[in-house]
C-alpha cells in the first residue's frame, strides 16, 4: 500500500473559488484513478490561499492485470492481411483465437506501477483543471496555448511512499520542496513524506486544513467578543471567506467611535462584512456594539497596530454611511421619489415612477375592494407612492441590499404612520421559499401590488421566462404572490386582478397574455406545491386551464387549493379510484361516440331551457337534461338506469351546493355516492343499444354524470 | 510653483532631519524610493503623460506597451483625473486630483510579489507588523477592450494596490502578460506617515504639506468641474477629439489617435460632473469612447505587427 501527497501552490487563490477547487481536485484525481480501475479510499483535500492539497493512502502498489482483446481479420482473410496484423502486435500465428470466422489476440496487459497512474494523474489534472476564472502569466504566456491556473502555478509537491512523484508540468517545478507562511516562514522547506505535511506546514506557520481554520476563526472570534463582554453575530459565509484568505488565522477585537451607532446597525454590519469582512458584536441587550471582529494573517509584533489600522479604514467607512445616512434624511422620501422619473425600468414599461404609479393604483384598488381585508386604501397609496423612493439615495445607491430597509427608516425619520414606514420596508418580501411573508395589511397591499404589477406588466409585454433564463425574477414575483395570497388567506379572481394591472388593455396580444399569466401561476403553483406533497394532477383537474373550455376552472387560489386538498384526499381512497375509472370509461364512450352534448346548461329552474336552445338536435338533449328523472321517455328504465338517475338527481345538486358553499369534503362525499351506481350501470346496461332513443338516453345519462363530476373537478386531467 | 511654498523651502531646516529620505515622514520621498527601489530591479523610471486621464493605466508606457512580445519594465507616477470625486476640498480622503505610481512589468518575473512586498518594506511598512493580504479583485476596462485577474492589496485592511495581471488588452490577447502593480500614493502616505486628513500629509520634510500644494487646487478645480466648466465647448471639444483621432487612424499615427481618445474620455468624465448627460446618453458616449480607444489600440497593435513578428519569428498578433 502506498500513500501519495500532492500540493499545488499558487499565488493567492481568491477565498469564494478555493471550496469549488477542492471538490475539482478530488473529482479529477479520482476519475484519473478509477480510470485506472483504482478506488481510492482514504483521500483527503485541504485549502489555504496558496495551495491546494491532497493525501491518498493506501493506494495499490500496482493497478491490476487485466487482459486486452484486439480484433484481427476474417478467417480466411489473405495471408498478408494476417500477417500484417501480427507483425503490429508481435504476436504469433498460435496467439490467434478464432471467434465468429474472426481472429482475436488476446494479451495479458500487466499491472501498471502506481507512480505511473499517479503521473499521469498530476500532469492530466493540472492541464484539466477548470476553474471560474483563469490565465496564463510569466514568459511562456508569450504563446496563449501556456498553462493555465487561477493565478500563476508556482511549485507542486509530489511525494509517494517517500520518493518524490516523476511529472512534467511545464514550467513548474515538481519536488519536495514547499514553502511556509508568506511572512512567519522564509525559505523552503522539505517534506519527506505524506505523513509529515500537515506538521511540517504547522511548524512554519500555516495550518493546512481550511475546517481548522474555520474552527479557529468560529470559535477564536466568539471568543474575544466574548472577553470584551459582547456576543459575537454568527456569519458562516465570513468563517469561510476569512479562512480562504488566511494560512494563519488570528481574529482581532476592535472598537470604533459609538457616535457611529446613531447609523442603522444593519448598515454598519453591512459595511463591515461587505467591505472589510469583519464579524460585527452585539451587547448584553441584543443591541449592535461599537466594535468589530477582524481576521489578521499574522502574528503581528504588536496586534494594537492591525487593529488600529483596521479601525480607521473602517472608520473612514461608517464615515461614508453616516454622511449618506444624514443627507439621505434632507429630502422627504416624497421629493426622492419624484427622481425616480429619471430612472428607466423597462424599455417599453416606462420609469420606475411610472411603475410606482401603477403599483398605488393596484394597492389602493386592493384595498378598498377588500381583496386585503381591514387596509385603509389610503394608506396603501400613501406607502405604495414611496415604497421605491430609497433607491435614489445615497445610501441604496451604495449598498443597494438595503432597499426598502433604507425606505423604512427614512419614513419613520420622517414622522410617517408606522404603517406606511413597514410597507415600504417589507413590501419586497417574500424575496424566497422560506423567507418571511408579511401579514400588515398595508405592507400587504404594497407588497402584492407591486408583484402582480410586475407579472402583468411583463406578460403584456411577452417577456416571460423561458428555461433557465428569467431576467426580470418573474418565477420569484409569482411565488411571492402565491405566498402572501395563501398565508393571508386573500380571496380574488387572479385573472382579474390581472386585468386590473393591465388597466382593461382589452387587446387580443393582452387577453393571450392574461391566458400565459394564468398557466404560469399555476405551474408556479404546482412546484411551491410539490414539497408540501400537493399531486401537480390534482391541481391540474381543479385549475383545468388551457382546456376547450375553462368553465369552472378556479382562479380563486385560495379556494382552489382548498379544492385540491379535498380532491387529492378522495381520489386516493377507494371510492375516488373507483369513480375515476367510472369517470374515464363514460368520457371514453363519450368520445368515441362524438357525443356533442358539452356541458351541462346552466339553469335556475325558472326559466324554460329549451327558449337557450336554437340547434333542433340540441332539443332534445336539453329537454333530456332539464327533466332528468327521464320520466317522459317512452321506453322502460333498467333498474341499473334508474339507479344512477336517482343518484345523479341526488348527488349532483348537493355536490353544486357544496362547491358553492366551498365545502369541498362535502362535494366529494356526494361524488362518493355515485360510485356504485356508475358501476352497477355499465355492468348492467348496453350503452350502446340498437334503438335509437335507448343509445341517445343513456349517453345523455353519462353526458349528466360526466358534467356532474366535472362541477368538482376536470377528472380526465388526473392520472391513474 | 505657490509662492507659499518657496517661502516654506526657503526658511532654514525646521524640526525633520535635513538629511537622508524617509518615505515615512514625507511624500516626495515616498516616491523618490519607489523610483530607487524600481530602477534598480530594471525598471526605466518615465515621467508622468503629459495629459489629462482617469488612471495610471491610460498611460501609453502601460496599456500600448502591453501589447507585443517585446519584454517590458516601467516605473512612474501618473496624476490621475477623476471629476466627479472632487469634494471642495473639505472631505479628508476623497480627490478629484490624486497620484497613483504604476509598475509595468512584462513579461511578468515569477516573483512579482515578493518585488512588490520588497518595495513595501522599502517604504517602511513591515510585513510582521502590518497585516498584508492579497483579496481578489479582478480589473476590466471595456474602454480599453482590457481585462486582467490579480487583487487589491490590502494592508491592515486598507488597500493599498491594484496588482493586475494583463490578459488582454485593445482586445488582444496579451502575449506576454505583463504585471501591473498600482499603488494609491496618498492612501499609502496617509497610512505610513498616521495622518486621517489628505491635507495634513508631509510633503517633504520642511514642512511643505499636500494641503500646501493641492488644497486651493481642489476647491477651484471642484468648484470648475462641477459649477464652471462651459458645457458647450466641452461638447464640442469631444466631438474634435473624436475627429482628430478618426483623422490620425486614417493617416496611420495611432499613438496621436490614442491620444485623442484619452481626451474624449476625460472631456467626457468632465460632462458627467457637469450632469449634462442623461442616463441614455451616457452608454451612447461611453461607446464613443470604447470605440476611439479600441481602434486606437488595435492600430498600433497591426502597425507594429510586422516589427514584433520579425523580431520574434512565429510570434503572431492574433
Known amino acids: 500500500m502506498a500513500d501519495f501527497l500532492l500540493e499545488l501552490r499558487?499565488?493567492?487563490?481568491?477565498?469564494?473559488?478555493?471550496?469549488?477547487?477542492?471538490?475539482?481536485?478530488?473529482?479529477?484525481?479520482?476519475?484519473?484513478?478509477?480510470?485506472?480501475g483504482?478506488?481510492?479510499?482514504?483521500?483527503?483535500?485541504?485549502?489555504?490561499?496558496?495551495?491546494?492539497?491532497?493525501?491518498?493512502?493506501?493506494?495499490?502498489?500496482?493497478?491490476?492485470?487485466?487482459?486486452?482483446?484486439?480484433?484481427?481479420?476474417?478467417?480466411?482473410?489473405?495471408?498478408?492481411?494476417?500477417?500484417?496484423?501480427?507483425?503490429?502486435?508481435?504476436?504469433?500465428?498460435?496467439?490467434?483465437?478464432?471467434?465468429?470466422?474472426?481472429y482475436f489476440l488476446e494479451r495479458l496487459a500487466a499491472g501498471r506501477p502506481i507512480s505511473r497512474v499517479l503521473q499521469e494523474a498530476v500532469e492530466t489534472l493540472v492541464r484539466e483543471f477548470s476553474w471560474p476564472k483563469s490565465m496564463r502569466w510569466g514568459e511562456a504566456s508569450i504563446s496563449t496555448d501556456s498553462l493555465r491556473w487561477v493565478r500563476p502555478l508556482s511549485?507542486?509537491?509530489?511525494?509517494?511512499?517517500?520518493?518524490?512523484?516523476?511529472?512534467?508540468?511545464?514550467?513548474?517545478?515538481?519536488?519536495?520542496?514547499?514553502?511556509?507562511?508568506?511572512?512567519?516562514?522564509?525559505?523552503t522547506i522539505t517534506i519527506s513524506d505524506a505523513d509529515i505535511y500537515e506538521l511540517k506546514l504547522l511548524g512554519h506557520k500555516v495550518i493546512v486544513d481550511h475546517e481548522e481554520r474555520q474552527n479557529i476563526i468560529r470559535e477564536g472570534a466568539a471568543r474575544v467578543a466574548a472577553e470584551a463582554g459582547l456576543t459575537l453575530v454568527a456569519d458562516e459565509g465570513l468563517v469561510i471567506e476569512n479562512a480562504g484568505l488566511t494560512e494563519w488565522p488570528v481574529p482581532l477585537l476592535g472598537r470604533f467611535d459609538e457616535a457611529f451607532l446613531d447609523v442603522p446597525p444593519e448598515v454598519i454590519q453591512l459595511t463591515a462584512r461587505v467591505n472589510q469582512k469583519y464579524f460585527v458584536c452585539e451587547d448584553a441587550g441584543g443591541k449592535l456594539a461599537n466594535a468589530f471582529v477582524c481576521t489578521a494573517n499574522i502574528e503581528a509584533a504588536d496586534p494594537a497596530v492591525v487593529v488600529d489600522g483596521n479601525r480607521k479604514v473602517l472608520a473612514a467607512r461608517l464615515s461614508d454611511a453616516r454622511f449618506f445616512w444624514e443627507q439621505d434624511q434632507k429630502t422627504p422620501l416624497a421629493e426622492h421619489a419624484k427622481k425616480l422619473s429619471?430612472?428607466?425600468?423597462?424599455?417599453?414599461?416606462?420609469?420606475?415612477?411610472?411603475?410606482?404609479?401603477?403599483?398605488?393604483?393596484?394597492?389602493?384598488?386592493?384595498?378598498?375592494?377588500?381583496?386585503?381585508?381591514?387596509?385603509?386604501?389610503?394608506?396603501?397609496?400613501q406607502a405604495a407612492e414611496l415604497c421605491k423612493a430609497d433607491l435614489v439615495t445615497e445610501m441604496v445607491g451604495e449598498f443597494p441590499e438595503l432597499q426598502g430597509l433604507m425606505g423604512g427608516y427614512y419614513a419613520t425619520k420622517e414622522g410617517l404612520p408606522v404603517e406606511v414606514a413597514e410597507a415600504i420596508r417589507d413590501h419586497y418580501k417574500p424575496v424566497g421559499q422560506g423567507d418571511e411573508v408579511p401579514t400588515a395589511p398595508v405592507t400587504v397591499a404594497v407588497s402584492l401590488a407591486d408583484k402582480l404589477d410586475t407579472l402583468a406588466q411583463f406578460f403584456r409585454i411577452d417577456e416571460r421566462p423561458t428555461g433557465s433564463k428569467d431576467p426580470f425574477a418573474l418565477r420569484r414575483a409569482v411565488l411571492g404572490l402565491v405566498s402572501l395570497t395563501v398565508q393571508n388567506g386573500l380571496r380574488y379572481d387572479f385573472l382579474a386582478a390581472f386585468d386590473q394591472a393591465v388597466e382593461g388593455d382589452l387587446s387580443l396580444e393582452t387577453a393571450t397574455a392574461g391566458g400565459h399569466f394564468a398557466s404560469f401561476v399555476i405551474d408556479r403553483l404546482k412546484v411551491q406545491q410539490r414539497d408540501a406533497g400537493v399531486r401537480h394532477d390534482v391541481i391540474d383537474a381543479v385549475a383545468s386551464f388551457g382546456g376547450d373550455d375553462d368553465v369552472g376552472s378556479e382562479r380563486d387560489i385560495v379556494r382552489l387549493l382548498a379544492r385540491v386538498h379535498a380532491l387529492q384526499a378522495f381520489v386516493t381512497t377507494e371510492d375516488g379510484t373507483n369513480l375515476l375509472a367510472g369517470y374515464k370509461r363514460a368520457a371514453n364512450i363519450l368520445k368515441k361516440e362524438g357525443w356533442q352534448g358539452g356541458g351541462e346548461p346552466e339553469h335556475t329552474g325558472e326559466e324554460d331551457p329549451l327558449a337557450l336552445v336554437d340547434a333542433p338536435g340540441m332539443a332534445e338533449i336539453v329537454a333530456e337534461q332539464a327533466h332528468p328523472s327521464g320520466t317522459h321517455l317512452s321506453y322502460t328504465l333498467e333498474p341499473?338506469?334508474?339507479?344512477?338517475?336517482?343518484?345523479?338527481?341526488?348527488?349532483?345538486?348537493?355536490?353544486?351546493?357544496?362547491?358553492?358553499?366551498?365545502?369541498?369534503?362535502?362535494?366529494?362525499?356526494a361524488l362518493a355516492t355515485l360510485r356504485a351506481p356508475i358501476d352497477r350501470f355499465f355492468e348492467e346496461v348496453t350503452v350502446n343499444a340498437d334503438e335509437s332513443e335507448k343509445r341517445k338516453a343513456r349517453l345523455a345519462l353519462l353526458a349528466r354524470f360526466r358534467d356532474a363530476v366535472h362541477r368538482v373537478a376536470d377528472f380526465s386531467r388526473i392520472e391513474g | 510653483m505657490a509662492p507659499g511654498m518657496e517661502s516654506e523651502a526657503k526658511s532654514p531646516a525646521r524640526e525633520s532631519a535635513p538629511d537622508g529620505r524617509d518615505p515615512t515622514r514625507s511624500f516626495q520621498d515616498m516616491i523618490l524610493t519607489l523610483h530607487d527601489f524600481w530602477s534598480a530591479n530594471g525598471c526605466v523610471i518615465l515621467q508622468p503623460y503629459d495629459m489629462r486621464m482617469g488612471a495610471g493605466t491610460f498611460h501609453t508606457a502601460t496599456t500600448l506597451r502591453a501589447l507585443g512580445p517585446e519584454p517590458w519594465n516601467a516605473a512612474f507616477v501618473q496624476p490621475c483625473r477623476r471629476p466627479t470625486d472632487g469634494r471642495y476640498g473639505e472631505n479628508p480622503n476623497r480627490l478629484q486630483h490624486y497620484y497613483q505610481y504604476q509598475v509595468i512589468l512584462k513579461p511578468s518575473p515569477a516573483d512579482i510579489q515578493e518585488l512588490y512586498l520588497a518595495s513595501l518594506k522599502a517604504i517602511g511598512i513591515d510585513p510582521l507588523a502590518h497585516d498584508i493580504r492579497f483579496v481578489e479583485d479582478d480589473w476590466e476596462s471595456p474602454t480599453l477592450g482590457a481585462w486582467g485577474l490579480?487583487?487589491?492589496?490590502?494592508?491592515?485592511?486598507?488597500?493599498?494596490?491594484?496588482?493586475?495581471?494583463?490578459?488582454?488588452?485593445?482586445?488582444?490577447?496579451?502575449?506576454?502578460?505583463?504585471?501591473?502593480?498600482t499603488y494609491g500614493l496618498e492612501r499609502l502616505a496617509m497610512y505610513i506617515q498616521g495622518v486621517d486628513n489628505v491635507y495634513d500629509l508631509a510633503f517633504n520634510q520642511h514642512g511643505v504639506s499636500y494641503g500646501d500644494v493641492f488644497l486651493e487646487n481642489e476647491r477651484q478645480m471642484s468648484k470648475w468641474n462641477f459649477e464652471v466648466a462651459e458645457t458647450d465647448a466641452l461638447f464640442d471639444l469631444f466631438a474634435k477629439a473624436e475627429a482628430e483621432c478618426r483623422n490620425a487612424l486614417s493617416a496611420g499615427v495611432p499613438i496621436a489617435a490614442y491620444e485623442q481618445a484619452i481626451e474624449a474620455s476625460h472631456v467626457f468624465n468632465l460632462l458627467q460632473a457637469r450632469g449634462v448627460i442623461s442616463v441614455q446618453e451616457r452608454a451612447s458616449y461611453m461607446g464613443r469612447v470604447r470605440d476611439l480607444a479600441r481602434s486606437s489600440c488595435e492600430a498600433y497593435a497591426e502597425k507594429m505587427s510586422p516589427e514584433w513578428e520579425a523580431k520574434y519569428p512565429g510570434w503572431r498578433l492574433v
Open chain 1, 10 to 36: 499558487c499565488e493567492e487563490i481568491p477565498a469564494r473559488m478555493q471550496a469549488g477547487a477542492r471538490a475539482e481536485l478530488e473529482k479529477l484525481f479520482r476519475k484519473q484513478l478509477e480510470a485506472d
Open chain 1, 38 to 102: 483504482i478506488s481510492v479510499e482514504d483521500l483527503r483535500v485541504w485549502s489555504t490561499p496558496r495551495r491546494l492539497a491532497l493525501i491518498a493512502r493506501g493506494l495499490p502498489l500496482e493497478t491490476e492485470a487485466t487482459s486486452i482483446e484486439v480484433k484481427g481479420p476474417r478467417v480466411g482473410a489473405p495471408d498478408q492481411a494476417i500477417n500484417g496484423f501480427l507483425g503490429r502486435y508481435l504476436a504469433d500465428r498460435e496467439e490467434l483465437v478464432e471467434r465468429n470466422g474472426v
Open chain 1, 155 to 187: 511549485g507542486i509537491v509530489a511525494i509517494l511512499d517517500g520518493d518524490v512523484l516523476e511529472c512534467d508540468v511545464p514550467g513548474v517545478p515538481v519536488g519536495r520542496e514547499t514553502i511556509g507562511h508568506r511572512f512567519h516562514s522564509s525559505g
Open chain 1, 342 to 381: 429619471r430612472i428607466t425600468f423597462h424599455e417599453k414599461l416606462g420609469t420606475v415612477a411610472d411603475k410606482v404609479e401603477r403599483v398605488a393604483k393596484l394597492a389602493e384598488w386592493l384595498a378598498s375592494e377588500g381583496i386585503v381585508p381591514n387596509c385603509d386604501p389610503a394608506l396603501a397609496r
Open chain 1, 640 to 669: 341499473a338506469e334508474k339507479a344512477l338517475i336517482d343518484a345523479l338527481d341526488t348527488a349532483a345538486p348537493r355536490a353544486a351546493q357544496a362547491v358553492e358553499a366551498e365545502q369541498f369534503a362535502d362535494a366529494m362525499a
Open chain 2, 150 to 181: 490579480g487583487w487589491e492589496v490590502w494592508c491592515d485592511g486598507m488597500e493599498v494596490t491594484q496588482f493586475t495581471y494583463f490578459q488582454q488588452m485593445g482586445g488582444f490577447d496579451c502575449k506576454p502578460v505583463a504585471g501591473e502593480l
